[in-house]
């Protein structure tokens, strides 16, 4: 293997979050930071209106035919996080374990008591940093009706390299296409959405970006070797003893690390269906990936069942 693709293939296991067991909180880390190497920057600035985080005290209903609403929060978790400092929300929202992976209605909460402002920045020097980002970076999967909530209560959504990466974290085309309408994402944005369709492990976004490219001019591919670096991660024999290290140890958050076990098995899933559609990949190297999406999918099986019984 060349020096240049054990860089990409370092790279990917990077952003991608591709190492199995952490500790809880750590992802987000990983996920905002060592993005930086993954791909060429895009320059894009937010308007200072944009970046101001205004309170808002009223409660927007939700547009269209979602009508659900985000679940309801515990009182005592609301009124504790509403005497924290903007800072230490964010943080919290990665390490407590009462709301970790599932605090879009929190978030939502605070912005609409005016605990929080809907762009207000969570984090110190970023000012992308805002509740909506906080609410994908932290692991939630949104449904149409909870990034629609957002919308509504005024949050803001770009096209610069942190928005570009966050979008991944979308998993349903409605969302995408929510997200696509208000963010103001165009062509100029489809390889790099494209590249980190591929690391993220997101064959949604994949196919919702080559729909909207005409076949005739679709120029947008991945790069050869960034291909093989990911080829070369999702083939690697799955460790199946992680889930049994975790269960045998003394952390008392055992649930906790199952589920971020199992994001990141999910992740790695979501590469190889990226992957089988390239035709980079030799016949050989699809029927490989093939097996080992098999693997991956009797392994997160095993783990789903164990999380239950929890």
């Known amino acids: 293997m060349s ?8 790279t990917i296991a990077s952003f991608a979050g591709l190492y199995l067991f952490t500790n809880i909180g750590s992802e987000h880390s990983a996920e905002n930071e060592d993005t930086n190497a993954a791909t060429e920057g895009i320059n894009s600035s937010i308007s200072s209106q944009q970046r101001a985080g205004q309170k ?3 409660r927007s209903m939700v547009k269209g035919e979602q009508k659900s609403a985000p679940k309801a929060v515990k009182q005592e978790i609301l009124d504790e996080f509403s005497t924290y400092p903007p800072q230490q929300i964010a943080v919290e929202l990665f390490t407590d374990v009462r709301v970790k992976g599932n605090s879009t209605a929190l978030l939502l909460e605070l912005i609409q008591k005016g605990i929080i402002g809907v762009n207000e920045s ?12 906080v609410a994908l970076a932290s692991g939630n999967d949104l449904t149409e009706a909870e990034l629609q909530q957002f919308f509504d209560l005024g949050a803001f959504a770009g096209a610069s390299k942190p928005w570009l ?36 492990g997101n064959p949604t976004l994949d196919a919702f970006i ?11 591919h991945h790069n050869d070797e960034v291909v093989v ?18 269960l045998n140890s003394d952390n008392p958050h055992k649930k906790a690390n199952l589920m971020s076990y199992k994001s990141r098995l999910q992740r790695r899933l979501g590469q190889i269906e990226v992957l089988i559609k390239q035709d980079s990949l030799t ?8 097996t ?6 009797r392994l997160i099986a095993q783990v789903t069942e164990r999380i239950d019984t929890l």
Do not use: C, F
């Open 56 to 58: 808002v005290t009223t």
């Open 165 to 200: 990466r966050a979008m991944p974290a979308l998993h349903s085309k409605k969302t995408l296409q929510l997200w696509a309408e208000h963010s103001g994402v165009g062509p100029e944005h489809y390889d790099n959405l494209l590249l980190y369709a591929l690391i993220r």
């Open 292 to 297: 080992s999406r098999e693997q991956y999918q």
């Open 210 to 220: 080559r729909e909207k490219i005409p076949h005739e001019a679709d120029t947008s």
């Open 283 to 290: 016949p050989e190297q699809k029927t490989e990936i093939k």
């Open 122 to 133: 969570l984090k110190a020097g970023a000012t992308h940093y805002t509740p909506l980002y």
């Open 3 to 10: 020096k240049k693709v054990s860089i990409i293939l370092i």
């Open 229 to 246: 670096a990911a080829y070369t991660t999702v083939v690697q024999e799955v460790n199946a003893d992680l889930m049994a290290r975790i």
